[in-house]
């Protein structure tokens, strides 16, 4: 049916009996009105310059698109289609777009293809949320369309929400290492990471940070390790006699700690931090599948950096005879285990450790041993690299007894020397270039 469509001839035509039925406008060729069960649509019906095919574009809905603004929308497409162009395959590449910007959006491949890949990582659920919490600007942005200015303004504005540094920090490196997996060799779901080599702005130290930036990596001196191994037997002794206390006030099925070589996990745990310089995560996290007593050796995967595909294996460490000896005893009083976590918590279901669990007996062996109260338990991580360095071990292998994700890391916080040995040598500068009495010295230029 043909005819001048006004309001009124729209309105008449638009019902349950013309439902599927079309109204043609005399006025613009093509322009046409469709009625359906639910009410009507505008249409415009060409034919391409290419290939003369006959095509349907939807301008609108009728009545919130009037008669006038569907006449004038349709000469639009109409001149396009005059052009050469074909307004409907525009519009289904544009949707295309758009759906494929969608699939790629940080949204889309956080909650898609990358939670296929937390979900089998410790700690994959504690990403994601660092991801969400923290991008919450990003997450419907394309991740190929990130640019380093992004990552600037969104540093800036989590320093003006009171982040911390080390928050700030977690959750960049979170979404750094979703971006590195996505641009990886083996998905190649990005082309490449669109932030590659971007990094943080470090914070400004203040006054006080200045004052103890030198303190807080440091290594053992060796008064302070002989402090610590006392401390370890006092802490031993401390433990035994509040024992055989409660076992003579009535608390006889208590075991009898005089019999055991260790009271509880305590010594084994910080012995073996000591001689293997492994971080605390990887201690709560290590099970007696992972330890090889026969081959001295301890394999598994470094937790802190699993999250990178390069580092997402398992990576083999030696052990010293010593760490081998004091595992071996621990082994024997457990009952040789095979399986399950080497220190066991009796109160967790998992029977992993919490992540502060040897913050208490920390603390009693400082003050048993009379060691510094600010002395972090990291410091015994910082101690083995360092006194690796300076016995001239290689910083590569160093690098990779401390699972180090970039050698750069190691370099940076232990590529130096020992402030006794660097004495050594500025004495010995000077002994060599002072002159003897009498002689010419050689200062100046």
């Excluded at 050469?84 to 790629?104: L, T």
Aim: proline content about 5%; glycine content about 6%.
């Amino acid at each position: 049916m043909k005819t001048k469509i006004t309001v009124a001839v729209a309105r008449e035509f638009v019902c349950a009996e013309n439902a599927g039925k079309r109204l043609w406008d005399t006025e613009v060729s093509g322009l046409h009105l469709r009625a359906m069960a639910g009410g009507a649509s505008w249409y415009l019906q060409y034919r391409t310059a290419t290939d003369h095919k006959k095509r349907t574009l939807k301008l609108g809905r009728f009545p919130s698109m009037t008669v006038a603004e569907a006449r004038k929308r349709a000469g639009m497409e109409a001149a396009k289609v005059k052009l050469g162009r074909d307004p409907q395959a525009e519009r289904e590449a544009a949707k295309r777009a758009n759906q494929r910007e969608r699939e790629e959006t940080v949204r889309a491949y956080l909650e898609g293809p990358y939670a296929v890949y937390l979900d089998r990582r410790k700690g994959g659920k504690t990403t994601k949320g660092l991801i969400t919490n923290h991008f919450p600007l990003w997450l419907d942005k394309p991740m190929s369309s990130l640019r380093p200015e992004d990552l600037a303004r969104w540093q800036s504005e989590q320093e003006q929400a009171g982040k911390s540094w080390g928050t700030i920090k977690r959750a960049w490196d979170a979404m750094r290492a979703m971006l590195n997996y996505a641009a990886s060799p083996k998905r190649m779901f990005l082309a490449k990471n669109p932030l590659a080599g971007c990094t943080l702005e470090p914070p400004a130290l203040n006054e006080e940070q200045l004052a103890s930036a030198g303190a807080e990596r440091r290594f053992l001196s060796d008064e302070e390790v002989a402090q610590l191994f006392t401390g370890l037997v006092l802490y031993q002794e401390e433990r035994r006699a509040e024992r055989r206390r409660s076992r003579a006030h009535g608390k006889k099925h208590l075991p009898d700690l005089d019999q055991l070589e260790y009271v509880d996990h305590v010594e084994p745990w910080i012995l073996t931090m000591f001689y293997t310089g492994f971080r605390p995560g990887d201690l709560f996290g290590l099970r007696w599948e992972h330890v090889n007593l026969n081959f001295k050796t301890i394999r598994k995967i470094v937790e802190k950096i699993a999250h990178y595909p390069e580092h997402s294996r398992p990576k083999e460490f030696p052990l010293s005879d010593a760490a081998v000896d004091v595992l071996a005893r621990w082994s024997q009083q457990e009952g040789k285990p095979t399986q399950g976590y080497v220190f066991q918590s009796k109160r967790s279901e998992s029977g992993r450790m919490d992540s502060h669990a040897m913050q208490k007996p920390w603390k009693q062996i400082k003050r048993l041993a009379g060691l510094p109260e600010s002395l972090h338990l990291y410091t015994l991580r910082h101690h083995f690299a360092s006194s690796l360095v300076m016995a001239g071990v290689d910083l590569l292998t160093v690098s990779q007894l401390m699972a180090h994700a970039d050698i750069k890391t190691t370099i940076e916080h232990y590529g130096h020397l020992k402030p006794g040995k660097a004495r050594d040598v500025v004495n010995l500068f000077a002994l060599e270039q002072t002159p003897s009495n009498g002689e010419e010295r050689r200062y100046g230029n």
